[in-house]
DNA sequence: GAATAAAACCGGACCAGAGTCCGCTTGAGG
DNA sequence: CCTCAAGCGGACTCTGGTCCGGTTTTATTC
């Protein structure tokens, strides 16, 4: 991942719809952008360890408590940062281009999304663990990538408890289980990638 | 669980092969038993959040040095809790009654297994959370079941990378993804249990 | 456009708990 | 009894998280 943080540039007017959440301050946005930018940073340079909260702020140039403020806890921060290749992601699922985004037939889709889904939690492994959140993506993300799968699951006419087994195939996805394959017992992404594959035609095909 | 824990009482004597970790001083097995039960004492009385390091030392009459020293951290403390019951669940997979335990036929213990984890996981859900390992249990307790899911799906002819099945099967049953299902969208336990069968059905099916 | 009041924000002192360190004590073998 | 490795304790550090008095921004009013 490069240094450079690619923040949304001043989207189009908020149009505060009344009953909303209050946009932020000049300086609180500024601030929390000055704080993400020092946050990934400090992620590349010296390693996620590096990025204690006091080491976050001092480096954005403000106070530490307004790290806690503006991100909550180290694991709001985590997020925040995961975020955004988690939204990368999700638009690449919505209309990025065929077999992972729409157009391929569902079984394709399934296929693309496994792939896709184990690479990128390996790729954010650290980061996805500092996030904590129990250890898994905060729950919109999660849910957003499950509706899919269910999407999917129903496209392919899968009989059965959908949401349960879209579950079922997205567990063995989860950071720890891939940690422990990968690093404990050395089994080679390929070959867990296979296995998932084989997981999910056992799961997709007809009774 | 109660307040009492069952220490294993004196074992047949260690046999000292040399190459071997050299005893416990007599001192030290007694202070890792005080805090065990000091520990346990204070879950079940105050909750997993009030055991704090220094409060199981002064529970026990020790100093926190000595705590950090035993168990190596606070989940290896938590570890060790998490051991006795884990034990004691592989005691009854290995010669417990069926079936659980051996005697029955290799898809109704499989069965079994898949309650019994079920249950056990929310259970000690707290403990199992606290033990960290990046969450999951112990590497010895966790292939301790994978080998018996493996074992009983080689039973049942399955065909494939039985040790990538294995974990498809376990890694539902985690505590994050049971959490999940259980807390956040309210899920019942029996309908993760079904959910979990019909998985399993999937996964022995032969092609 | 200036004055003003309320709300939001800021900073860093402060607290709690995990983990480390090192000089003193104790238990077990000779 | 003596020796010395092992064990012990508690002071110390480091980091996540809380708090509150002072400051800045924004909305409002004239």
Known sequence: MSDHLDLPTRRPVPLPLLGDPPPERADAARNREALLVAAQELINHCGIDAVTMEAVAHRAGVGKGTVFRRFESREGLMGALL????TAWQASVISGPPPLGPGADPWDRLAAFGRS??????VSADLIRAAGHAGTRSYAAYSFAAMH???LLAELRVEGDVPLLATAL????EVWVLDQQVRVEGIGVDRVYEGWLDLARRIVRPT
Chains 1, 2 share one sequence.
């Open 83 to 86: 975020n955004f290749s988690e």
């Open 117 to 122: 889904r184990l690479e990128t939690t390996m």
């Open 170 to 173: 997205m567990a063995p996805l």
């Open 149 to 151: 799968v269910r999407h």
